[in-house]
């Protein structure tokens, strides 16, 4: 099946199958209708020109619905900490990465594997792509309770950090900011 037998769409299309766009995606810049271009990706596939995702499609597709679900929670962490972030550079200063360097070198002790690599350092914010490769190899459940609770960790060893340097008065404010975040989590 060589290009001179396709038209211009059906090559247009080929290009966009790189093994990472969805089929919606690849249906958003293909210029057929959906149903045109499913029904050409669909004989690409019977051609043997193309595969579905490598765990099939529907788990290939369940998994990226995860994983974005699981960048929504930890885009929610990232607003607490971000929100921690200001607060205590708002009394420190500069001293607040390093305040935030202490905090997540404590729990790197217990979760090293999930934060190799990760800083606090933009503006508290923990990198999630850097977090996702670091658990790629664990199954996909995993993946998610390992990223939580070492989040949940992470936040309550800020929480506890801040209270033994900066006093109960400092912690309050920190525990509202935990608390509303939490509360976006669904977990307050």
Same mark, same amino acid.
């Given at each position: 099946? #060589?290009?001179? @037998?396709?038209?211009?769409?059906?090559?247009?299309?080929?290009?966009?199958?790189?093994?990472?766009?969805?089929?919606?995606?690849?249906?958003?810049?293909?210029?057929?209708? #959906?149903?045109?271009?499913?029904?050409?990706?669909?004989?690409?596939?019977?051609?043997?020109?193309?595969?579905? /995702?490598?765990?099939?499609?529907?788990?290939? %597709?369940?998994?990226?619905? $995860?994983?974005?679900?699981?960048? !929504?929670? %930890?885009?929610?962490?990232?607003?607490?900490?971000?929100?921690?972030?200001?607060?205590?550079?708002?009394? %420190? /200063? @500069?001293?607040? !990465?390093?305040?935030?360097?202490?905090?997540?070198?404590?729990?790197? $002790?217990?979760?090293?594997?999930?934060?190799?690599?990760?800083?606090?350092?933009?503006?508290?914010?923990?990198?999630?792509?850097?977090?996702?490769?670091?658990?790629? @190899?664990?199954?996909?459940? $995993?993946?998610?309770?390992?990223?939580?609770?070492?989040? #949940?960790?992470?936040?309550?060893?800020?929480?506890?950090?801040?209270?033994?340097?900066?006093?109960?008065?400092?912690?309050?404010? %920190?525990?509202?900011?935990?608390? @509303?975040?939490?509360?976006?989590? /669904?977990?307050?």
């Amino acid at each position: 099946y #060589n290009k001179l @037998d396709m038209t211009e769409e059906e090559q247009e299309l080929l290009g966009h199958v790189n093994g990472n766009s969805t089929i919606e995606q690849i249906c958003q810049v293909s210029y057929l209708s #959906n149903f045109e271009t499913c029904r050409t990706l669909w004989t690409f596939k019977v051609l043997g020109l193309i595969r579905a /995702g490598q765990e099939g499609d529907a788990t290939g %597709v369940a998994e990226r619905e $995860r994983e974005m679900d699981l960048e !929504d929670i %930890v885009e929610k962490y990232n607003q607490m900490f971000n929100r921690i972030y200001a607060f205590i550079r708002g009394r %420190v /200063g @500069d001293q607040v !990465d390093a305040f935030m360097e202490d905090a997540l070198e404590q729990v790197s $002790r217990q979760y090293g594997s999930l934060f190799g690599g990760v800083d606090l350092k933009q503006y508290g914010r923990a990198d999630f792509e850097q977090m996702l490769t670091n658990v790629a @190899d664990l199954p996909p459940d $995993r993946r998610r309770s390992l990223m939580v609770t070492g989040l #949940n960790e992470l936040v309550y060893v800020i929480q506890f950090a801040i209270r033994s340097k900066y006093g109960k008065q400092e912690e309050a404010v %920190v525990s509202g900011i935990i608390k @509303d975040g939490f509360r976006k989590l /669904g977990m307050g």
